[in-house]
């Protein structure tokens, strides 16, 4: 009697693939440094067209920080969230107007959709931005007239 139950359980699972696949908030990317405006992507994971198309995002309410233990400050109001494609994957772009000035942020982001509800933190480390330095520039060569005692000027190279 279990095996029959559990291939009917089976069966089950297997007619009904979109029961098992639920919309998923992954890793984070990063693409921006310290004291620019924030910016990163959020992949999301077995996202449906319709979870997509209902999908709203958004920074937790300020009770669920404190209920977290997570500090909310005021700087993170101003993050905006809305669903794009990039490189040929569904993600959730977090941006902000102004320049994050904190070196570690800390988010709670609140996925709701119709089939669901996800919460997740996220940390991230915000570097300095690495400015490349340019070509050093060398000194040209400048020929310097030399005078010698009959008279006739001769030129040569000075050392760099």
Do not use: C, H
Not at 16 to 26: D, E, H, N
Not at 72 to 78: C, E, G, K, T, V
Not at 89 to 117: C, H, I, M, Y
Not at 127 to 135: I, R
């Amino acid at each position: 009697m279990k095996t029959a139950v559990r291939r009917v359980l089976l069966m089950s699972a297997l007619m009904s693939p979109t029961a098992l696949y639920a919309l998923g908030l992954g890793e984070i990317r990063l693409n921006s440094a310290l004291n620019q405006p924030f910016d990163a992507e959020i992949e999301l994971v077995s996202a449906a067209q319709e979870d997509l198309a209902a999908l709203r995002a958004s920074l937790a309410s300020s009770d669920t920080f404190l209920r977290y233990g997570l500090d909310r400050p005021a700087y993170l109001s101003d993050f905006t969230f809305k669903v794009v494609r990039s490189g040929g994957k569904d993600v959730l772009k977090v941006t902000s107007p102004r320049p994050v000035t904190e070196p570690f942020v800390t988010l709670l982001v609140e996925a709701n959709w119709p089939r669901g509800r996800l919460l997740r933190e996220y940390t991230v480390l915000l570097d300095p931005p690495v400015y490349a330095p340019g070509p050093a520039a060398s000194e040209p060569v400048v020929a310097a007239p030399r005078v010698s005692s009959g008279g006739a000027t001769s030129t040569r190279a000075a050392a760099p």
